[in-house]
């Protein structure tokens, strides 16, 4: 008796068990570190099981595959060349590696508008309950997922304030975006009402880095919806424009808050520039040594601390001064190569094709940029693996689309 293998059925297996982990990748990721490295996990062993089950057949290329070539050549070198080799090496294998497989597997698997669609919702359901979590944080003191205590500012399950803020400032211009240009009115008031949750939740985090950010990508979206709407539907452009307002005027009460309140109930505050300036200073100086290729990738609080032995370990709070310092000139600018590019081709759809949900996720990803400036997004668990998945939902977005919802 003989026994036939069913290749393809074998490959659909593995491809809905890679859609199923990633998107409880994208729901657990607010809510559980232990989520994520499970389902990170999972998501790369289902995707290459499916590419050494059509081999290599349903690999999908990209416009940024040449980029992230050159990326991964130039953070190879850095390790050659770093001060602890076995360190840095260890950081490229477990993080910079898992970032590129979580991009490919995500644009391999978000292959049909319906995928996307139902990743989306699944993003959104999460932000959703995160941001009720921020809440019940806010009026009972501690949150419900993880039981964070609620210091003046709302974090809900994010062990700080920052990495909450710099998760919303993605998502908020996404829903503006989505609220305006939406399929129908019943969608658009959906979207609208998330929006003004995710920007309330965002300013009672009191981070002015995320809410700057988060609030110049949505200024820029306006030019683009205006085009779209052709300023015939006034309406619609109104409640926009009033939820723009209601958010700003948030904002401007944030940054007003009154001194005495700030250096009463949040002592720290006081100290913020002082601190990061400080790091700054000492991480010139440390790229002043070894301009090209840095010290390694990971090998930034080693590092800081032999010039600075009076401070604990931290990181640069400021993403590109410390991939300055950990890969250098060389592995910066291939970075910087990569957002060119992405920005590039988001910007060529969304021009195309009028793709306004690609607009969303593309300004989000430009508030995170942004914010990533002055706080330590890239070396966070889970936002260094949002931005990733969030790069290749826009580069399958724009594969697929455009795509109404």
């Excluded at 890679?18 to 994208?26: H, K, N, Q, R």
């Excluded at 979206?221 to 723009?244: A, H, M, V």
């Excluded at 260094?384 to 594969?399: C, E, P, R, T, V």
Aim: charged share 15%.
């Amino acid at each position: 008796m003989e026994f036939k293998i069913d290749i393809n059925k074998i490959y659909n297996s593995f491809d809905m068990a890679t859609l199923f982990s990633l998107c409880a990748l994208i729901f657990f990721l607010p809510i559980s570190k232990a989520s994520i490295q499970i389902f990170v996990s999972l998501s790369i062993l289902c995707f290459f099981a499916t590419l050494i089950t059509k081999k290599l057949q349903n690999f999908h290329k990209t416009e940024l595959d040449i980029p992230l070539f050159i990326f991964f050549i130039c953070l190879c070198l850095s390790v050659i060349f770093a001060v602890d080799f076995r360190t840095s090496l260890i950081t490229l294998i477990k993080k910079y590696a898992e970032w590129f497989l979580l991009f490919f597997a995500i644009v391999t698997t978000l292959n049909t508008k319906k995928r996307i669609k139902i990743f989306l919702i699944i993003l959104l359901l999460s932000a959703i309950s995160v941001c009720f979590d921020g809440i019940y944080q806010q009026i009972t003191g501690a949150d419900l997922f993880r039981g964070h205590n609620y210091d003046y500012k709302m974090s809900a399950s994010f062990n700080h304030y920052n990495n909450f803020a710099g998760y919303l400032g993605v998502l908020l211009p996404l829903t503006l975006c989505l609220s305006i240009c939406g399929k129908d009115k019943k969608n658009r008031l959906i979207f609208g009402f998330i929006t003004i949750l995710l920007g309330y939740c965002l300013i009672m985090t009191l981070s002015k880095g995320g809410c700057s950010a988060s609030l110049l990508a949505c200024i820029l979206i306006l030019p683009f919806c205006f085009l779209k709407l052709k300023l015939k539907k006034l309406p619609r452009i109104t409640l926009e424009i009033g939820i723009l307002l209601i958010l700003a005027t948030l904002f401007i009460i944030q940054v007003t808050i009154p001194k005495y309140w700030i250096s009463e109930r949040i002592p720290s505050v006081a100290g913020w520039n002082a601190g990061r300036f400080g790091i700054w200073h000492y991480a010139f100086l440390l790229f002043k040594d070894r301009p090209w290729l840095g010290y390694g990738p990971g090998s930034f609080m080693t590092e800081h601390i032999k010039i600075n032995p009076s401070l604990l370990p931290t990181y640069a709070h400021n993403c590109y001064l410390q991939m300055l310092v950990e890969i250098g000139v060389i592995g910066l600018a291939s970075f910087l190569l990569i957002i060119a590019v992405f920005l590039k081709t988001t910007l060529k759809h969304v021009l195309k094709n009028r793709d306004f949900l690609l607009l969303g996720v593309a300004c989000g990803l430009f508030a995170y940029l942004l914010h990533a400036s002055i706080d330590t997004h890239f070396y966070s668990m889970q936002l260094s693996d949002f931005f990733w998945i969030m790069i290749g939902l826009a580069i399958a977005i724009a594969k697929n689309g455009p795509i109404e919802i």
